[in-house]
């Protein structure tokens, strides 16, 4: 997936030399810009350079009266590539012909003469309506296995490339692997990766969590019971390793596994035998373990609270997870996924992020990772009330698009003047029910100073 920091491709097809100086001069700081003054040109431009929107003017040679030439471009640059999006520039007069071109195709037309501000808007949403298309169509790809995902697990980025890397290299090797990585990484998909691509794949895949059960009862869940072992064991119970038999064994939260269990879970490393709780018999299990911790193993062995000697029997193959504010555009494709995923399932038609809700994901830390994206985008999917998501809609503050926030003190004076201009705008926008016209005026500004400032602040309309 391509980043959206990238400088993105414009195709401005006109005839006149004073509209290509004037659009050039105002777009190149946001685009890289491409001119053509006929189709031959238009179409030669688009053939090496496929940008994803372009404006075009329907009065071409050699029929400037007319609108055969543009809709004959039009006609050609969808039928390569129908998801372009085309931006028509039309006169008072070309009304019906503008009106053509969009059945045909066209995504929207604005009629001159051209007032800067305003199509820098419409070329905005042309080119995020863009990105979701794309990103979506690569979200199938992925969700068929093609491409940038392994068994439920997506990335793109060169810390993914590398887990995807790794787990094809180690999974048929059937040694014990230690993953590790922060809350919300993503470790039981790993482990769950590394089964599915193993020997033992047609076996049981046990997970257990070593830190969700009470200490007094995590022997008996790992290796089972006799009947009478202890105050309510009425019959014999066999435990998750023995489950595991032929299979893998997945100790998540492996950290917090108690002192004396440690002791137990070693000599069944070493031995690949077990004793229940309250039973003599010994009981062979072959089983493939793979652990999980977010706990700081090197500092849990300095502290005497983890086993060395427990740590190298788990760790043969240590394999560690990027927390996701260190994976860059991954967060666009996993939120995508999330929000195609959870749309079909609440029922609501959603079509995307909004630019702001877009930067509030990029500027966010994101301490829980991709569970609490996960989170994120099913509460915004639900509270959203227009078709976009915005930063609101993510339950990030109004006043700040990232998690952190700045007292009064803190605040340098350029950052409280942004904020109460940012906090004027949406109050505007609000009060005025979202007219750019009546917002402006209520804040006694021109329209596209008032544009300007919606775009310094990533207000989305």
């Known amino acids: 997936m391509k980043t959206r920091e990238s400088v993105q491709k414009l195709l401005i097809v006109d005839d006149s030399p004073e509209i290509c100086k004037q659009l050039k001069w105002g777009l190149s700081k946001h685009y890289e810009v491409l001119l053509a003054q006929n189709v031959a040109e238009a179409l030669k431009l688009f053939a090496k350079h496929t940008p994803k929107v372009l404006t075009l003017d329907l009065g071409l ?4 009266d007319g609108a055969t030439e543009g ?7 969808l039928q390569q590539h129908p998801a372009t999006k085309v931006v028509v520039l039309s006169g008072n007069e070309d009304h019906g012909n503008a009106l053509k071109a969009v059945k045909l195709g066209a995504y929207d037309f604005y009629r001159k003469p051209i007032e800067l501000a305003e199509l820098k808007v419409i070329l905005e949403r042309a080119f995020h ?25 997506l990335g793109q980025c060169p810390q993914m490339e590398e887990v995807f890397n790794t787990i094809r290299k180690i999974a048929s090797a059937d040694v014990p692997v230690l993953v590790l990585g922060e809350n919300g990484t993503g470790k039981e998909l790993v482990a769950r990766a590394i089964h599915a691509q193993s020997l033992r794949k047609d076996g049981p895949m046990i997970p257990i969590n070593c830190g969700a059960i009470p200490e007094n009862l995590l022997e008996a869940e790992l290796f089972g019971h006799e009947k009478g072992a202890f ?13 595991a038999n032929n299979g893998t064994l ?13 002791v137990k879970m070693l000599r069944f490393l070493q031995d690949k035998t077990l004793q229940r709780v309250g039973g003599r018999e010994i009981i062979e299990v072959n089983a493939r373990i793979i652990a999980a911790t ?15 000697d427990l740590y190298y029997r788990i760790g043969v193959i240590t394999l560690e997870l990027p927390p996701l504010r260190e994976r860059g555009e991954d967060i666009f494709l996993l939120a995508n996924f999330f929000l195609n995923r959870y749309i079909g399932e609440f029922g609501k038609k959603i079509r995307g992020l909004s630019s702001a809700a877009e930067h509030a994901l990029r500027k966010y830390t994101w301490p829980g990772n991709v569970r609490e994206l996960e989170n994120k985008i099913k509460r915004a999917i639900l509270m959203a009330e227009g078709s976009f998501l915005e930063p609101v809609d993510l339950g990030f503050d109004l006043g700040e698009q990232a998690a952190v926030t700045f007292s009064t003190e803190q605040m340098t004076l350029k950052q409280a003047r942004d904020r109460l201009e940012r906090e004027m705008l949406v109050d505007s926008l609000k009060s005025c029910e979202g007219n750019i016209a009546k917002a402006s005026e209520h804040l006694g500004v021109s329209r596209p100073t008032f544009y300007d400032l919606m775009k310094k602040h990533h207000l989305q309309q």
Do not use: W, Y
């Open 71 to 77: 809709l004959r471009c039009l006609e050609q640059i």
């Open 250 to 262: 997945f100790l998540d939260e492996i950290g917090e596994l108690p002192q004396p269990l440690q």
């Open 231 to 243: 105050t309510g064991a009425v019959g014999q119970v066999r435990g998750k390793v023995e489950f």
């Open 129 to 153: 309506l863009a990105q979701l298309e794309a990103d979506n169509l690569q979200l199938q790809a992925l969700s068929k296995g093609h491409e940038g995902g392994m068994h439920g697990i």
């Open 294 to 308: 977010n706990v700081d193993i090197g500092a849990a062995i300095t502290a005497g609270n983890f086993r060395e």
């Open 61 to 64: 040679p050699p029929d400037v």
